[in-house]
């Protein structure tokens, strides 16, 4: 089982880079914590690696400046190397892997790490949720369990789902509202967290109410920065992330890219919300599809193998609830050897695997069924598909430019 783990790892990461590897694993280990919910007995979080990886970064505005922008950034490529630090529950759990940020540098990111609940409380007096399902929730959950907010500075609201709001107010204490003015007067910070189909009668309807000081957070999947603009027919600060529910329980992979018009210090206020519930990357927006397909949609890949794991376990005579302790602490085991051993999951795998043993066996079993080309198409396909949604709207969105 520990090599199922190992073998996803590095089917995961094959054909990218080394570079993925910090990403893929720590959104593993964001499963297992949720899965086990245990999340909140956690009382002191492993020792992170901070990684610098290196990767071209393209001015998002097609040129580049000295201002404020993150277009100002050079492009530089960073030495990985790793770093340590330890958080003690009620602080963020803060891994940044940072790709090629002159202007983010280490040592600020490193310190925002330490201090980003303060920070966090400091900077974000009023934040708004557009969108009130599974991935604003894990985010207020993170948010909440880490006390960056006072939850009833918390905003929410959503198209319809009445029942949603007496959910969201009963389990976290936020303030849930139809009034878009109500919602974003004052606000520091707007999360954009609806379907992409949603955007645009979404965007029209907020649009009057962007202010140029309010940073725009959108985690909508494949809708370019561009677009938003567009729809909103103004020019404003946007970053886009890309979470995963794991944020539930403070264990996110999510990549940011910023806008040209995004300030510095608001590219570092969108880290510091996201590094309170996980590790942080930054990334240009080019690489959001692929980040998409990866971490974005990557919890379901790794639920799917656990169901996968669960039915084999009944099939050879495993009653469940110990199939499921067994696979669960298999999983957190390999999870945790692919942090903290340097070895990579190759090694790790063929460590497990005895000539002509039981090991062995099962692996030709996974080669036969193509198990490894399975996990390379599921990525590519989801990459392709954020790709195609966003173009998809960006087309939609010219069509509505024009008949304005
Ligand atoms: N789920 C995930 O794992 C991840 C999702 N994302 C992205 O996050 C976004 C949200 O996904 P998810 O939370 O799963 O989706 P959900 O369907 O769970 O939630 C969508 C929310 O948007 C609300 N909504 C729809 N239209 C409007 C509107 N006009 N004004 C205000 N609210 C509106 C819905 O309200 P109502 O229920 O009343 O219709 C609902 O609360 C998507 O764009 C997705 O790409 C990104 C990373 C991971
Ligand atoms: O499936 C989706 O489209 C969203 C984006 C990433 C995860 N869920």
Request: aromatic letters at 6%; one cysteine or more; hydrophobic letters at 40%.
């Amino acid at each position: 089982m520990q090599l199922f783990c190992l073998f996803i790892m590095e089917k995961l990461n094959k054909g990218g880079t080394t570079e993925a590897r910090p990403f893929v694993l720590y959104w593993m280990r964001g499963l297992f914590v949720f899965h086990k919910g245990s999340f909140v007995k956690i009382v002191v979080f492993k020792r992170n690696y901070l990684r610098l990886i290196g990767a071209e970064v393209r001015d998002s505005c097609g040129s580049s400046g000295t201002g404020e922008t993150p277009q100002a950034f050079t492009p530089r490529r960073l030495t990985a190397r790793p770093a340590e630090s330890e958080h003690l529950e009620g602080k963020s759990t803060t891994t940044h892997y940072l790709v090629n940020s002159n202007k983010v540098c280490e040592s600020s990111l490193h310190k925002m790490a330490e201090n980003s609940k303060e920070k966090g409380a400091g900077i974000m007096k009023k934040i708004a949720f557009i969108g009130a399902g599974s991935m604003a929730e894990a985010i207020i959950s993170g948010l909440v369990t880490q006390q960056v907010i006072e939850p009833e500075n918390i905003f929410v609201t959503n198209k319809s789902n009445d029942d949603r709001f007496v959910y969201l107010k009963d389990q976290y204490g936020v303030t849930a509202t139809r009034s878009l003015q109500l919602l974003v007067k004052d606000a520091d910070l707007v999360v954009l967290a609806v379907k992409p189909k949603d955007i645009l009668e979404t965007m029209q309807s907020i649009k009057e109410y962007i202010r140029e000081e309010m940073l725009f957070i959108s985690v909508v999947a494949g809708v370019h920065t561009t677009s938003l603009e567009g729809i909103a027919n103004k020019r404003f600060s946007i970053v886009r992330a890309m979470p995963n529910t794991s944020a539930a329980v403070g264990k996110s992979a999510t990549a940011l890219a910023a806008n040209c018009h995004t300030k510095d210090s608001q590219l570092q206020t969108a880290i510091t919300l996201f590094e309170t519930v996980g590790t942080v990357a930054v990334v240009e927006e080019t690489q959001l599809d692929a980040v998409t397909g990866l971490s974005g949609s990557g919890p379901a890949y790794i639920y799917y193998l656990v169901e996968a794991l669960e039915k084999s376990a009944e099939k050879i005579g495993l009653d469940s609830e110990t199939a499921k302790q067994l696979i669960l602490q298999t999983l957190m085991g390999a999870a945790d050897m692919l942090q903290k051993s340097p070895k990579t999951p190759a090694v790790l795998r063929k460590e497990v695997t005895s000539p002509g043993g039981t090991t062995e066996a099962g692996l030709k079993a996974l080669q036969a069924h193509q198990v490894e080309d399975a996990f390379i198409a599921c990525v590519q396909e989801a990459t392709e598909q954020s790709k195609r949604m966003g173009n998809q709207i960006s087309k939609e969105l010219a069509k509505y430019v024009v008949s304005q």
